[in-house]
């Protein structure tokens, strides 16, 4: 894969070549690869281009009412 696009991402948390990690509503998007870069994020949407190699999606812990 040379070109990903995602929808519905709140903000990339981490960056770099090999691995970049998106914030997704209730998810965190973990795409793999190589020579890995953002072309693009705007209104949510971001375009990854590269050697797309894995994706990996996690489920995020969800705090209680109490904010813990």
Same mark, same amino acid.
């Given at each position: 894969l040379?070109?990903?696009?995602?929808? !519905?991402?709140?903000?990339?948390?981490?960056? +770099?070549? +090999?691995?970049i990690?998106l +914030?997704?509503?209730?998810?965190v998007?973990?795409?793999k !690869?190589? @020579?890995?870069?953002?072309? +693009?994020?705007?209104?949510?949407?971001?375009?990854?281009? !590269?050697?797309?190699?894995?994706l990996n999606?996690? !489920?995020?812990?969800? @705090?209680?009412k109490?904010?813990?």
């Open positions: 040379r070109e990903l696009t995602v929808n !519905g991402c709140a903000r990339i948390l981490f960056y +770099s070549e +090999s691995e990690k +914030s997704l509503k209730e998810y998007l973990t795409i !690869g190589e @020579e890995l870069y953002c072309a +693009s994020f705007y209104n949510g949407a971001v375009r990854v281009d !590269g050697q797309i190699s894995a999606f996690e !489920g995020r812990a969800r @705090e209680n109490d904010g813990k």
